[in-house]
């Protein structure tokens, strides 16, 4: 796919050392987040090559996906057999319907890891701050991985809003600005202003 080469330059730009978003952006630019770049950037240094590094974290985030997505179903309905249905029919749906995904170096999986890790971590405890604290961080780190995964923070912030918890909307709302801030000046001041 020619989204893995594009990834691996980047991947091992971020190996390197260079800035990522150093210069001002030309006929090209990278309008991705970096945490894909560096992960997968320092994974490579174990494994040698950055686009079979990015293709093995890729398969590994699909595993953890549906993983992920039968852990929910099961803390709903405490059936086993329902969580490996519901994991098997996240692969399965993938192959069938976006079969180049699986184990293509590109943040989309990855990144997914972390927003749905956010939405299990949220329906694991919603009344606990720690855990509230653990969601709003891991999508903080799924929105640096890959920018258009807003779709289940949104629904956190809405279902805290929907039930009045203000305290939680505070801890929650807090803790994703406050480490999304960090990311972005992170970001800002390791690798450039564009």
């Not at 953890?64 to 399965?92: K, M």
């Not at 855990?131 to 956190?156: E, Q």
């Not at 709302?173 to 972005?184: E, K, M, P, Q």
Request: net charge positive.
């Amino acid at each position: 796919n020619y989204n893995e080469g594009w990834n691996a330059y980047h991947q091992q730009e971020a190996r390197e050392g260079r800035r990522l978003y150093g210069e001002t952006p030309q006929l090209v630019c990278n309008n991705y987040p970096p945490v894909s770049f560096y992960l997968i950037g320092l994974a490579s240094r174990l494994m040698g090559d950055v686009n079979q590094t990015g293709r093995w974290v890729a398969f590994l985030s699909l595993v953890l996906v549906a993983a992920l997505c039968g852990a929910i179903v099961r803390r709903f309905t405490a059936s086993t057999p329902l969580a490996v249905y519901t994991a098997l029919q996240v692969v399965i749906w993938l192959a069938v319907y976006k079969e180049d995904r699986i184990g293509m170096n590109d943040p989309q999986l990855l990144g997914t890891v972390f927003s749905i890790l956010g939405l299990y971590v949220y329906i694991r405890e919603p009344e606990k701050p720690g855990w509230l604290v653990l969601s709003a961080l891991a999508f903080s780190i799924s929105v640096f991985t890959k920018h258009n995964l807003l779709a289940f923070p949104a629904a956190v912030g809405f279902h805290l809003l929907l039930r009045k918890v203000w305290k939680g909307v505070a801890i929650w709302g807090g803790t994703a600005a406050l480490g999304s801030a960090l990311l972005l000046a992170l970001t800002q001041s390791r690798d450039g202003p564009y």
